[in-house]
């Protein structure tokens, strides 16, 4: 468990958006967090494998039993949402693909491996079969761990062939499919991701994250390079205030050798591969374009906060001030420099649990409400929306003793999302962008 911890902190983490984008025709028309788990995206907001054992075994299910579903998986690392590896998934109705990232001893390289006809094989030369499977290996690049990341699931199509439904038939539909003439893709998907470490007989499952309406309008395939925002009829600002908290609650255990919690924070809207800021949060509410700014309350199981100490300058240069990947993770034995420039526990408590404030300023000891919003024209009408917090999707880790091991989505509170119903009208709260992705697992 030491040995996972340690490894886990040398990574650090937060999710990605891009590309050119079209604008939903409406308020009422735009992307959601799935409130019944389908949708036609499927954030996995994170995945772990490494050579002593870890991987992360992926789902992606089509819940339709009439449509058959084509999807796009990325794979992407931590740091800066470089694409590792990118396929495509053949669902035909009620189908159900499955894939393992994990670390190869023989080719010492990070892969995806898949047994599942719902892909073709490493090859391309047919769909895996028992004798022909996919083992794909994960791009590496320097000063980059291709072991520790995140992947976004997009549907680019879905159609009726009749019967018999076959995945030769499925793909040859796709090649003739055009995107921009056929009906919008479906909201079946759903998805989970199984972190497990088979010689320690640990697992755990959470379901990906999943968002409906988010209508992609672009042909996807492997020869181009696409981004979770790309080709959308939604713009950056509305996928961005579907997905912003402004206090996320997440539980803390802490005792040294026995017990640990890791908190994740994704930011699949940020992308800084692309080499500009293309996210309306990332362009006018972070410090760089890159870090995401946050303050934590700390209390134990008896309502004792922990007392607020501050840096001796401002802004800290600890990681409790900010966020900088794209997948970030803060564990419970982390230590920072109190105001006298000692080392103290982060989390005092042997247990309790940690408030994350994404709406305030951190640093000062009013906790001063910021007055920036992230304002961007979002749609087809040109009326504005603005939205308060951080896009950003938080999961835990909980190691606990006698070989408990857990993962979940915690509790928060939704952004206050603005906008103008009519251009040029009066401003409005937009009570339909607030939903829960804290789904069952």
Not at 14 to 33: C, E, Q
Not at 80 to 98: C, G, H, M, Q, R
Not at 313 to 324: A, D
Request: hydrophobic share 40%; with cysteine.
């Amino acid at each position: 468990m030491k040995r996972f911890i340690k490894s886990l902190v040398l990574f650090m983490v937060v999710m990605g958006l891009t590309g050119t984008m079209a604008l939903a025709a409406s308020y009422t028309d735009h992307v959601k967090i799935a409130p019944n788990g389908k949708g036609d995206v499927l954030l996995f907001p994170w995945y772990i494998a490494d050579g002593s054992g870890w991987e992360t075994k992926l789902t992606v299910t089509n819940t339709d039993q009439v449509f058959s579903v084509v999807a796009k998986l990325v794979v992407r690392e931590s740091f800066n949402s470089k694409e590792l590896l990118d396929f495509l998934i053949y669902l035909s109705p009620a189908d159900v693909w499955t894939g393992t990232l994990r670390y190869d001893a023989a080719t010492q390289r990070y892969v995806m491996f898949s047994d599942d006809d719902s892909v073709l094989n490493t090859a391309a030369t047919g769909f895996v079969t028992a004798t022909s499977t996919f083992m794909a290996p994960l791009q590496n690049f320097p000063n980059f761990n291709s072991g520790f990341g995140y992947v976004d699931v997009i549907e680019s199509a879905a159609f009726a062939i009749g019967s018999p439904v076959s995945k030769d038939r499925v793909l040859a539909q796709y090649g003739t499919y055009n995107v921009l003439t056929k009906p919008p893709t479906r909201d079946v998907l759903s998805g989970k991701m199984e972190v497990r470490f088979p010689l320690g007989g640990l697992s755990t499952i959470l379901n990906a994250t999943t968002l409906a309406n988010y209508r992609n309008l672009e042909m996807l395939n492997t020869r181009d390079t696409t981004w979770f925002g790309s080709g959308t009829n939604n713009s950056p600002a509305e996928i961005e205030a579907v997905l912003a908290k402004d206090f996320v609650a997440m539980p803390v255990i802490k005792d040294a050798g026995k017990s640990y919690s890791v908190h994740f924070f994704s930011f699949p809207s940020k992308n800084t591969d692309i080499g500009y800021i293309f996210s309306p949060f990332f362009r006018t509410n972070t410090p760089d374009g890159s870090r995401v700014e946050y303050f934590a309350d700390i209390f134990d199981r008896s309502e004792t906060r922990k007392p607020m100490t501050f840096a001796a300058v401002s802004p800290s240069t600890f990681n409790r001030t900010y966020l900088p990947y794209e997948v970030n993770m803060v564990y419970s034995s982390i230590q920072e420099k109190d105001k006298d420039n000692k080392l103290v526990d982060y989390f005092p408590y042997p247990e309790g649990w940690a408030n994350y404030n994404f709406e305030k300023t951190s640093g000062t000891p009013d906790m001063t409400l910021w007055s920036r919003y992230t304002t961007a024209s979002t749609t087809l009408n040109g009326s504005l929306l603005r939205y308060t917090g951080a896009p950003v999707i938080c999961t835990y880790l909980i190691f606990g003793a006698n070989g408990v091991f857990e993962a979940g989505y915690p509790a928060w509170t939704d952004s206050t999302v603005i906008g103008d119903v009519i251009p040029g009208g009066p401003t409005d709260v937009l009570t339909d962008y607030t939903y829960t992705n804290n789904l069952p697992n």
